[in-house]
Each structure stands twice: as structure tokens, then as C-alpha cells.
């Protein structure tokens, strides 16, 4: 991607919103809707307080340092689970680790391979189970925060710039 025209905020909102609808499309055969693309200080459509949450954060550091989180709710895991391995009402809390996992790894891996320009180094994912009220607390940070919507499927994704070192005109 050529960073040059485009602030670094808008590249990677950039780069984030192409990777997911490349996952949707390639790994359900059909596109993700953006719902909203915001500055930090707002809560999550797509998590509730009392909702059970599975995030998945990796840091990044090269030219831009900071750390990227999906987050998707219960009811949303097993409809995106259900998407990938075929309706089953016998899925597993692993089953929906494993596959929202995956997903972060299709979305942010694709990001990735957007923003090459900045030399990005990923760290290995960490795995949370949280409820809402947590995450929302970590969305507070200054972040950009993105939000898609397939059907039932409702992810949200946090991104942090802490810094940068490569200036773009």
C-alpha cells in the first residue's frame, strides 16, 4: 500500500477494514459491513456489559508501535464458528477460541501484509476471556475502533498507534 498519500490513522483503518472483508469473503463467501469507524471513547456495538467476550491482541513494533485487538462476543464466536465448520450445537469452548483466533489471525495478518511499508514486527496473540465491562474499559484508550457486522456476526477492532517512526508527508 502507498502510505504517501494517506495519513498513518487512515492507513491502517485502511488496511484493517480490506482484511476484513477479505476474511468474510474468502472464509464465508460474502461480504462484512462496516458499521463504524470512530476515534476511542465510545463503547462497542457489538458487546454488551454483561456479555461474555473473546479478544484476541497481538502488539506490533517496527515503524509504528502499538497493538491491535478483535474482540467478539459469544453469540457472535458461534455464529462466525458455526460459518466456518457448519451449524453444530455441540461446539466446544475451544471450538470458538480456536476459530476467533483464526479470525484475528486472517484480519490482522492481512493488515499486516497492508502496511508493509512500516516494517511491522507482530507478537504472538494472547487469548482473553473477558466480559464486556472489561473490554470496554480497554476500548477507552486512545485507539481507533472499528466495528463489522456480517448477519449475526458483530466484531469489533481496537487498534493502538503509540508511536511512529517513519513520517509521511
Not at 480490506?18 to 465510545?42: G, V, Y
Request: with cysteine.
Amino acid at each position: 500500500m502507498n502510505t504517501d498519500q494517506m495519513t498513518i490513522e487512515q492507513s491502517v483503518t485502511h488496511a484493517i477494514d480490506a482484511s476484513m472483508r477479505n476474511t468474510f469473503r474468502k472464509m464465508l463467501a460474502s461480504d462484512a459491513n462496516t458499521i463504524q469507524t470512530c476515534s476511542a471513547n465510545q463503547t462497542m456495538v457489538c458487546v454488551e456489559d454483561d456479555d461474555d467476550v473473546i479478544s484476541v491482541t497481538i502488539q506490533w513494533s517496527g515503524k509504528l508501535a502499538g497493538s491491535i485487538t478483535l474482540a467478539i462476543n459469544d453469540n457472535s464466536a458461534r455464529a462466525w464458528t458455526n460459518g466456518l465448520l457448519g451449524e453444530s450445537e455441540d461446539l466446544t469452548e475451544q471450538d470458538l477460541i480456536d476459530a476467533v483466533q483464526e479470525l484475528a489471525n486472517l484480519v490482522i495478518g492481512g493488515a499486516k501484509s497492508s502496511l508493509e511499508d512500516f516494517d511491522l514486527t507482530m507478537s504472538l496473540p494472547v487469548v482473553r476471556r473477558t466480559d464486556g465491562r472489561s473490554l470496554t474499559a480497554f476500548a477507552t484508550a486512545d485507539c481507533i475502533d472499528m466495528r463489522f457486522k456480517h448477519g449475526p456476526i458483530h466484531v469489533a477492532v481496537f487498534t493502538t498507534l503509540n508511536e511512529c517512526l517513519l513520517a509521511i508527508d
